[in-house]
């Protein structure tokens, strides 16, 4: 037994309780199912699905990712099975191991999200939903809702007043934009019951043997630990504008302490995304490392750290 | 057109495992690791993802490379040192520990005992076919087999198939071991007394094999190489046009659909653009015909040689590595 065992690990996505700090994130962990090998998909606090759209989607053309310093670049363009395929194939598996799934939903109209926020009403196993306005690897950067307070809120307002009431409602938050806080302030202002950050950075790789773009996309998303400063800075600002929204916070954690950060700058839950690439049971790990972290600290409740470095030095844990 | 190919029987699990031996092999290095639950579980055609560069590592992706064997709680593998993660790999000492995540992939199915196999491998590829060799030997084959590579340096497990397969040809671009020339001509000669072909190697190599193999109406089957960032499903950044059993593409993923596939529902003119007959093409809002300057470059250079899917591309038989 570790010192990390006798830390009250639970918190919540915005009122929808759960076990553990630690989910994965959208687009890292496909649909769960790949990483039951490794770790069990029960103890961490949710799977977060990689973005559904309404119809199939085949993805762009390779190549889709590059290795970059602590990171990588990926265009995969959102290659998925459609709202019907997760619904009849990837969400019955999840809800048949009492795994917890946190769905992302995406799509390049508010109709399209408000639709699929519709269809997830209900669904055994559903948590909430994320609703993804920040994915670059759309096909034009005006498409990108979460670059514009109005186009972000307009999503987040469809979804609310369609989904199932009893799932959260999380808005998913692009660091590309000049005022994050503004953006974050919309969302909530519209409905959102909680704010995941953050979704990728848009960066560009040319190799110099072709001289031309690696990726086939041309573009991609930048994540992994490169970003992690970025992200925590995201949530940092987002928290001290808006202290009573809840963050899922994400963006390069690969350690318990580094989670540990993104908790102490005010994320009541964290997604564990490129990590999982290096390391597939990262998830459980980092919930192991989280909670020692935690206990070597001196708290006893995960809830206690949400927030704590806003905090002033001499102030009560 | 050949049948799909299924699923491996055992999950993977993952393991550091101690590094028990390590031998250079002409321009590469043989290694033998100690992960007795993967060696336990293994298939030929199967491969191993390991991270590289030990925790901290600014290297992130796993390296996928192709089991050469297994034997004695062992694993083997042939490491074509070409970028950060590869070079890191190559350079590790008996005792050194090493997270490695397999049996990866589905394995190269089997044909009805007795059925004559030919075997072709383009530079480390060729270690992929090792175990195979062994397997169809053992279920009453006659196993023949090729090695090809650029140069007698990039040659792979010439002694292994040697012993296993009869007749047995090497060929090097440039002369230097064997005859000079490609593996596409002695397999041209061999192909007529096999009723099933196994090849591994660089993507060119793979689609012209496979061609052979479709010419004379006998079933070919292909490890590809893809770049490939986790080589257990999750990225989505290793796929390849694959025809389905219902006759339609899909981009599959070379890691939990591949690396084997039968050759002829491979795309290999395809990979690298987004055909408009893929499924879920309509929805990207950008299809047209295939760009040309895509179609070029697939069939210059991206797809290098052997059985290595990593992000750092070069000489690799599954372009694993990013450079």
Not at chain 1, 92 to 111: C, K, M, N, Q
Not at chain 1, 127 to 137: K, Q
Not at chain 2, 12 to 18: H, K, L
Request: hydrophobic content about 45%.
């Amino acid at each position: 037994m570790t010192a990390g065992t006798c830390v009250d690990m639970s918190t919540s996505l915005a009122g929808a309780g759960i076990p553990s700090p630690v989910l994965t994130a959208s687009g890292c962990s496909a649909f769960g199912r790949e990483l039951d090998p490794f770790f069990d998909l029960g103890s961490i606090g949710a799977v977060v699905t990689k973005s559904v759209q309404l119809r199939p989607r085949s993805g762009r053309p390779t190549p889709r990712m590059a290795e970059t310093p602590s990171g990588m670049l990926n265009s995969i363009g959102l290659q998925g099975p459609g709202i019907d395929g997760l619904l009849a194939e990837e969400l019955p598996w999840l809800a048949e191991r009492g795994v917890r799934a946190f769905v992302s939903i995406a799509g390049t109209r508010v109709e399209d999200f408000a639709e699929l926020a519709a269809r997830l009403r209900g669904v055994p196993g559903v948590l909430g939903l994320e609703v993804n306005i920040s994915c670059p690897n759309v096909e034009s950067r005006g498409e990108v809702f979460a670059c514009d307070p109005v186009a972000a809120a307009e999503v987040v307002a469809a979804v609310r007043a369609v989904a199932d009431p009893a799932q959260p409602v999380y808005a998913k938050l692009s660091p590309d934009v000049t005022d994050i806080v503004s953006v974050a302030a919309a969302c909530a202002e519209a409905g959102a019951n909680g704010l995941s950050m953050i979704n990728t950075l848009l960066g560009l790789v040319i190799d110099p043997d072709t001289m031309r773009p690696v990726l086939g996309g041309v573009t991609g998303g930048l994540s992994g630990p490169a970003i992690r400063p970025v992200a925590l800075r995201c949530v940092w600002q987002v928290h001290k504008g808006l202290p009573h929204v809840p963050i899922l916070g994400m963006g390069g954690i690969r350690t318990g302490l580094d989670a540990l950060q993104f908790v102490l700058a005010g994320a009541s839950a964290v997604s564990v995304g490129t990590a999982v690439f290096n390391d597939p049971s990262a998830p459980a790990r980092i919930h192991a490392e989280l909670a020692e972290a935690l206990a070597d600290r001196g708290f006893a409740r995960l809830a206690d750290a949400v927030g704590h470095a806003h905090r002033p030095p001499d102030g009560p844990r | 057109m050949t049948p799909p190919v299924p699923p491996a029987s055992s999950p993977p699990v993952q393991a550091m495992a101690q590094v028990a031996f390590r031998r250079p092999v002409g321009a590469y290095v043989e290694l033998g690791l100690s992960a007795p639950a993967i060696a336990g579980a293994a298939a030929p055609g199967q491969f191993v993802a390991f991270a590289v560069g030990g925790p901290t590592s600014a290297n992130l992706l796993r390296r996928s490379i192709a089991i050469s064997g297994v034997g004695g709680g062992r694993v083997h593998v042939v490491v074509s040192p070409h970028g950060p993660g590869s070079t890191w790999l190559a350079g590790l000492q008996p005792g050194a520990e090493v997270d490695v995540v397999g049996p990866l992939g589905r394995p190269f199915p089997l044909p009805p005992p007795g059925t004559p196999a030919l075997l072709v491998g383009g530079g480390y590829g060729a270690a992929a076919l090792v175990g195979l060799a062994g397997r169809l030997r053992d279920a009453g084959s006659e196993v023949a087999a090729v090695s090809g590579a650029a140069s007698a340096d990039r040659l792979c497990s010439v002694e292994e198939l040697g012993a296993l397969a009869a007749p047995f040809l090497v060929t090097t671009d440039d002369g230097s071991a064997g005859r000079r020339g490609w593996v596409t001509t002695a397999v041209a000669e061999l192909i007529h007394g096999a009723g099933v072909v196994y090849a591994c190697g660089p993507m060119g190599m793979l689609r012209a094999v496979s061609d052979q193999a479709v010419a004379v109406g006998i079933p070919g089957y292909v490890a590809v190489e893809e770049s490939m960032a986790c080589g257990i499903g999750v990225c989505m950044t290793c796929v390849l046009p694959i025809v389905g059993a219902d006759g339609r593409t899909r981009f599959a993923r070379s890691c939990v659909e591949g690396p084997v596939f039968g050759g002829d529902r491979v795309r290999f003119g395809d990979v690298g653009t987004l055909p408009g007959d893929v499924v879920g093409a309509d929805a990207m809002g950008l299809v047209t015909a295939s760009a040309p300057t895509a179609t070029e470059t697939t069939g210059s250079t991206p797809f290098s040689s052997q059985g290595q899917r990593s992000p750092e591309g070069g000489t690799s038989v599954i372009r694993v590595e990013p450079s």
